[in-house]
């Protein structure tokens, strides 16, 4: 069975940056599309970014995130850059395989001064 383990959370300060890392137990080449997803506290969970043969990002971290994928390391980054207090959220990547979704533990993020 797949699993997803993230990492690189942690407290930053407003404008500051962090790089998450999703890892997979198995190769991601056969995977399409892997996607970062959040949710905040009190919120329901939101889709973050994506990337397959492209990216695409939620309106609110365009021009501030970055999504990507190293296959031979089966790991996902996203990169986060000029962070905000409303970037303070749990962040889980995710992919679909043979229709099932996986999802990894979550890694928190907490961007306070």
């Known amino acids: 069975q797949l699993q997803l383990v993230e990492s690189g959370g942690g407290l930053v300060q407003p404008g500051g940056s962090l790089r998450l890392s999703c890892t997979a137990s198995?190769?991601?080449?056969?995977?399409?599309?892997m996607y970062w997803y959040r949710q905040a506290p009190g919120k329901q969970r939101e889709w973050v970014a994506l990337i397959d043969s492209g990216t695409n990002y939620a309106d609110s971290v365009k021009g501030r995130f970055t999504i990507s994928r190293d296959n031979a390391k089966s790991t996902v980054y996203l990169q986060m850059n000029a962070l905000k207090s409303e970037d303070t959220a749990v962040y889980y990547c995710?992919?679909?395989?043979?229709?099932?979704?996986?999802w990894g533990q979550g890694t928190l993020v907490t961007v306070s001064s």
């Open positions: 198995g190769s991601i080449s056969e995977m399409p599309a």
């Open positions: 995710n992919t679909v395989r043979a229709g099932i979704p996986y």
